[in-house]
């Protein structure tokens, strides 16, 4: 069974900067990719960032140069640094474990999700 559990969540001023993380366990050496997506309440959820094992990254264009993923093998954990926070940033972030080809990024697993509020 894949689980995934983020964390790292919180309440942070606008300018400020949160870490999320997200532990796998589980088998989930068929995923080639994993990413962070988010939703806010009444919206439809968006990718965020998504990351492969090939050290490629994506963002969306809402969080470019703002946000970095990366990922800690040794430790079968997912980051998602975000900086520079506004409060539009604020979401429920999700962890999740899929396939990234053809640009295009497919989602299996999902993690439960960390609360991120942006305001003063």
């Known amino acids: 069974q894949v689980q995934l559990v983020e964390s790292g969540g919180g309440l942070v001023q606008p300018g400020g900067s949160l870490r999320l993380s997200c532990a796998a366990t589980?088998?989930?050496?068929?995923?080639?990719?994993m990413g962070w997506y988010r939703q806010a309440p009444g919206k439809e959820r968006e990718l965020v960032a998504t990351?492969?094992?090939?050290?490629?990254?994506n963002y969306a264009d809402s969080v470019k140069g703002r946000f970095t993923i990366s990922r800690d093998n040794a430790k079968n954990t997912l980051h998602l640094q975000m900086n520079s926070l506004k409060p539009e940033d604020t979401a429920v972030y999700y962890c999740?474990?899929?396939?990234?080809?053809?640009?295009?990024?497919?989602?299996?697993?999902w993690g439960q999700g960390t609360q991120v509020t942006v305001s003063s």
């Open positions: 589980g088998t989930i050496f068929r995923f080639n990719a």
């Open positions: 999740n474990a899929g396939r990234l080809y053809s640009g295009s990024y497919y989602p299996d697993y």
């Open positions: 990351h492969t094992g090939g050290r490629t990254t």
